[in-house]
Antibody, heavy 127, light 107 residues
Framework: QVQLVESGGGVVQPGRSLRLLCADS????????MHWVRQAPGKGLEWVSV????????NYADSVKGRFTISRDNSKNTLYLQMDSLRAEDTAVYYC????????????????????WGQGTLVTVSS | AIQLTQSPSSLSASVGDRVTITCRAS??????LAWYQQKPGKAPKLLIY???SLESGVPSRFSGSGSGTDFTLTISSLQPEDFATYYC?????????FGQGTKLEIK
């Protein structure tokens, strides 16, 4: 069963940086697009970023564009989120999630919905 | 960005009730909509994708319908484990967006 495990969260001062990791224990990580989604305390879900299966295409929410960078290392089955210039409003639980879209043997299948999700890692931006 | 508006924001219902949650998109998104269930302290769980396709392993009392701008999630007979918060999500256009959530509580 595919399992996603996030790490790297913690307490950080405004303006500082943090890097989140998401480790995939499955065998098909390199075939799937991957996302980051966040949830501020007591609030709803907010999509943050996506990276294509091979890492060449990326997209960001306007709220993090220019400050966050998504990347992946398919040799390590690991997804990253580099968060710079952090603000108080970035405080949230950050989830990684696998997109159902995938490419296998040169054939790509559409997706856009998320399954599975990791358990989340809490990022608190506070002085 | 495409806005998704869910209604109601909260709902009280009893075990055995039939419940419908609505999600309205600010512009047409064809059938590019998913529904998730989230319980406190847990990650969201996929229920429905492509507006009406039931995810494997999800009970058949859950169903989705709609296309274009108006979508619904229906639970045909509420079970105790269904009390949670439900979110819709569009994947027609980046940035992907979620509805604000509907909290389903026990009456």
């Amino acid at each position: 069963q595919v399992q996603l495990v996030e790490s790297g969260g913690g307490v950080v001062q405004p303006g500082r940086s943090l890097r989140l990791l998401c480790a995939d224990s499955g065998f098909t990580f390199s075939s799937h697009a991957m996302h980051w989604v966040r949830q501020a305390p007591g609030k709803g879900l907010e999509w943050v970023s996506v990276i294509s299966y091979e890492g060449s295409n990326k997209n960001y929410a306007d709220s993090v564009k220019g400050r966050f960078t998504i990347s992946r290392d398919n040799s390590k089955n690991t997804l990253y989120l580099q968060m710079d210039s952090l603000r108080a409003e970035d405080t949230a639980v950050y989830y990684c999630a696998r997109d159902r879209a995938h490419c296998t043997n040169g054939v790509c299948y559409r997706g856009g919905w998320f399954d599975p999700w990791g358990q989340g890692t809490l990022v608190t931006v506070s002085s | 960005a495409i806005q998704l508006t869910q209604s109601p924001s909260s709902l009280s219902a009893s075990v055995g009730d039939r419940v419908t949650i609505t999600c309205r998109a600010s512009q047409g998104i064809s059938s590019a909509l998913a529904w998730y269930q989230q319980k406190p302290g847990k990650a969201p769980k996929l229920l429905i994708y492509d507006a009406s396709s039931l995810e494997s392993g999800v009970p058949s009392r859950f169903s989705g319908s709609g296309s274009g701008t108006d979508f619904t999630l229906t639970i045909s007979s509420l079970q105790p484990e269904d009390f949670a918060t439900y979110y819709c999500q569009q994947f027609n256009t980046y940035p992907y967006t979620f509805g604000q959530g509907t909290k389903l509580e026990i009456k």
